[in-house]
């Protein structure tokens, strides 16, 4: 078994929304899961490595699925190759 970060038709690289970002490179379809982002321990969400990366937009391609303590990003839009992939931030408790 070998230790992979992020899906293979991903990659991380320098971002026009801030910093670096997630983007695809390949085609995605909407409605497909890309993998878990968060993870809810007790009362701690400790973040993976593929939700490090995405960006906030107000219009994202992408959204947050909770599954018992698990969030999971998934394409809410058909994703083209070299495209940012993009979340609408609200997970986080003030």
Not at 12 to 27: A, C, D, P, W
Request: aromatic share 10%; net charge positive; glycine share 6%.
């Amino acid at each position: 078994m070998k230790y992979k970060p992020l899906p293979f038709y991903l990659t991380i690289k320098q971002s026009e929304v801030h910093g670096l970002g997630l983007f695809s490179l390949t085609e995605i379809p909407k409605d497909t899961t890309i993998g878990m982002t968060h993870i809810e321990i007790e009362n701690d969400l400790i973040r993976t490595p593929l939700g490090g990366f995405i960006n906030h937009a107000d219009k994202s391609n992408c959204v947050k699925k909770k599954h018992n303590n698990k969030w999971f990003l998934k394409t809410n839009e058909d994703i083209k190759a070299n495209q940012e992939l993009t979340l609408t931030y609200d997970l986080y408790k003030p």
